[in-house]
């Protein structure tokens, strides 16, 4: 019977019980491109098992050895793109956490089911001897929905909270990430604190939805939480891919500069802390931040 290793490391955080759990699973060479070595529906049922709020699986590429192929799933649903995952195997691979997998060089390479390339890499800043670890996701544009479906939403978002709030701004994704609603709720609105019905949330009619609004914290930026409840995920911990939307939008509305680094949180229960800049040039928002060991082992199918 086949054993396979894995570690479970929470990524944007320092500790044990903070940021978003994922299961970094490494898995033979070219286990993607022969199915029958590691099915998606055995993928389904791993996840399932270890109950976590991602699962990725790491094998690498049999066509460039640069690359590592890599999937993702909650046991429930299969994401093309995870960033808090991601990030948390760039830990893995810079500590080599699965030897077999190989320990990280300068930069990482991981590779989506849709082919997409996303760069990562350990960074231990001057000063500091505390590693942190980046990763360049695609910045997604948003769409001004219109005011017809803004107050739909904004009924829905009362609704959910079971009190009138105030809805400055909404926004969908665009392209892949259409089922993505961005919400801007006012300043006087404390978001960490906000309770929600989730299954009222599922009105929204989209897949992921995004609560945020600026901080009088003069330390950080923004803070936002994020809750798919037709995903399965009532609500995640710490989403990267969330921060797509959020980093080019707020950056354009406080006017930051181009790649202005800025602190954000997750107020999540566990929470969350990054570290985000939007290279214009590139197109792409880095996402920086801490990532904590929290278990590891071997399993056998």
Same mark, same amino acid.
């Given at each position: 019977m086949p054993t396979y290793p894995y570690v479970i490391i929470n990524a944007f955080t320092r500790t044990s019980f903070g940021g978003n759990p994922a299961v970094i699973i490494a898995l033979?060479?070219?286990?993607?491109?022969?199915?029958?070595?590691?099915?998606?529906?055995?993928?389904?049922?791993?996840?399932?098992?270890?109950?976590?709020?991602?699962?990725?699986?790491?094998?690498?590429?049999?066509d460039d050895p640069t690359l590592l192929d890599v999937r993702f799933h909650t046991g429930t649903f299969e994401p093309f793109i995870c960033g808090h995952a991601m990030l948390a195997a760039v830990k893995a691979l810079c500590t080599n956490a699965l030897p077999s997998l190989g320990q990280s060089g300068a930069e990482t390479k991981l590779r989506t089911k849709a082919g997409k390339i996303i760069s990562a890499c350990c960074i231990i800043e001057s000063g500091s001897e505390e590693e942190k670890y980046e990763i360049a996701l695609p910045a997604t544009p948003v769409v001004t929905i219109p005011d017809v479906e803004m107050e739909r939403i904004t009924s829905v978002i009362s609704e959910a909270a079971g009190r009138n709030v105030q809805v400055e701004y909404a926004a969908k994704g665009e392209g892949e990430m259409d089922n993505y609603l961005m919400i801007v709720v006012g300043?006087?609105?404390?978001? %960490?604190?906000? $309770? /929600?019905?989730?299954?009222?949330?599922?009105?929204?009619?989209?897949?992921v939805n995004i609560i945020t609004n600026v901080t009088p914290d003069a330390d950080q930026v923004f803070v936002s939480r994020m809750f798919a409840p037709v995903a399965g995920i009532p609500e995640d911990p710490v989403c990267g891919s969330a921060h797509t939307l959020l980093v080019p939008y707020w950056a354009t509305r406080l006017g930051k500069k181009n790649q202005e680094e800025m602190y954000v949180r997750q107020v999540s229960p566990r929470g969350g802390d990054l570290w985000v800049t939007w290279d214009q040039d590139e %197109?792409?928002? $880095? /996402?920086?931040?801490h990532a904590k060991a929290f278990a590891k082992g071997d399993f056998t199918i």
């Amino acid at each position: 019977m086949p054993t396979y290793p894995y570690v479970i490391i929470n990524a944007f955080t320092r500790t044990s019980f903070g940021g978003n759990p994922a299961v970094i699973i490494a898995l033979p060479p070219s286990s993607f491109s022969q199915p029958q070595t590691f099915s998606e529906e055995t993928m389904a049922k791993v996840s399932l098992a270890f109950a976590q709020p991602m699962s990725i699986f790491l094998s690498p590429s049999p066509d460039d050895p640069t690359l590592l192929d890599v999937r993702f799933h909650t046991g429930t649903f299969e994401p093309f793109i995870c960033g808090h995952a991601m990030l948390a195997a760039v830990k893995a691979l810079c500590t080599n956490a699965l030897p077999s997998l190989g320990q990280s060089g300068a930069e990482t390479k991981l590779r989506t089911k849709a082919g997409k390339i996303i760069s990562a890499c350990c960074i231990i800043e001057s000063g500091s001897e505390e590693e942190k670890y980046e990763i360049a996701l695609p910045a997604t544009p948003v769409v001004t929905i219109p005011d017809v479906e803004m107050e739909r939403i904004t009924s829905v978002i009362s609704e959910a909270a079971g009190r009138n709030v105030q809805v400055e701004y909404a926004a969908k994704g665009e392209g892949e990430m259409d089922n993505y609603l961005m919400i801007v709720v006012g300043p006087d609105e404390n978001v %960490g604190d906000m $309770k /929600l019905d989730i299954n009222v949330l599922r009105k929204t009619s989209y897949s992921v939805n995004i609560i945020t609004n600026v901080t009088p914290d003069a330390d950080q930026v923004f803070v936002s939480r994020m809750f798919a409840p037709v995903a399965g995920i009532p609500e995640d911990p710490v989403c990267g891919s969330a921060h797509t939307l959020l980093v080019p939008y707020w950056a354009t509305r406080l006017g930051k500069k181009n790649q202005e680094e800025m602190y954000v949180r997750q107020v999540s229960p566990r929470g969350g802390d990054l570290w985000v800049t939007w290279d214009q040039d590139e %197109g792409l928002v $880095k /996402l920086k931040g801490h990532a904590k060991a929290f278990a590891k082992g071997d399993f056998t199918i």
